[in-house]
């Protein structure tokens, strides 16, 4: 499966309780068009939507935050994983979608496949750890367990490269403030 | 040095979070938070890199909530993109405190060195405002730096020297 084909599939399995954070680039690109809004769409900042999403989960603990986030942009973040595991909090989930490249600025190679995802998520004790390669079969399933753990989940999915041809998201960045400040408070 | 319960106190009346990766310059008020955790109001919340600590931030003020951020000045050099991308380009107000390391005390310290001649010049590139905390007046200070962030809903500086705060 596609990344955005994941996304799609998220449609259904969330509720106006969960708040989304993306990682920049067509990933929040496909949760703007694809998934009911507003969301936190990150527009900048690589590498830092784990850590967007652990202070929205810390300050949210009645909300469940999703993260969504390629492989390239979860490297360049990897400490801020680890600091997730520290806190574990209950409510946030990471979705990794790994198709071994930096997609948004032309496919070039990660090396997001030197890690084991199964042995290094499962080394940091968080609760609900899954590394799966992405199934239509499957996708349902797997979807389902990590958004429903009680616990601090996160699944790493293999995904093929390939997107849709979406628009540019048109809010501007104070105006994606503005509506999640207001749907939090 | 500012009075650490004085000074805690008054951040427990402003903030919610207080979010960081430490610096010697902040010894003294980070030793205090540990000590007192159990009966301080603030959430100190670690993390193990400048730019995370932005996002963090970044995370706890878009849920409406206050958060105080504090580095050495070494990770200002680690947070161009998390300040230009996010908090500044989100309107997310938000007050770090960053130490003035390289300068007179710090002069057999090179690695401070050349941030310290820049650290200024670099804010007001940033379009970061900016004040130097001082001993004297740090609450007329601070609340000049607060009034600011909350008039340009945007993230502000107080450069903190030795001594200060520890």
Redesign the interface.
Known sequence: MKGFEVIKEMKNLINDNDIIVSSNGNISREVYHLLPKPQVYLRGSMGLPVSVGLGLALANPDKKIIVITGDGNFLMGLGSFVTTAFYKPKNLKILILDNSSYFTTGGQQTVSSAIDFSNFLESFKIGFTASEIASKENIRKDLTEFLSAETFSVLHLITEVGKENLENIPWHPEEISKKIIARII | MIDQEVFISYLESKF??I?GVPCSYFKEMLNYLAEHESNIQL?H?????E???????????????Q?LVYMQNSGLGNIG??L???AQ????PMLLLISYRGLESDRNFPEHSIMGEVNEPVLKAFRIPYWILTEDNWDTIMTRALQKMEEISSPVVLLVDKGVLG
Request: proline content about 0%.
């Open positions: 919610q979070y979010c959430k919340i670690l993390a193990t890199r730019d995370e600590v932005v996002g963090i931030a970044s995370g706890v003020v878009l849920s409406g909530k958060v993109d998390a230009t991308s996010l380009l989100y309107k997310l």
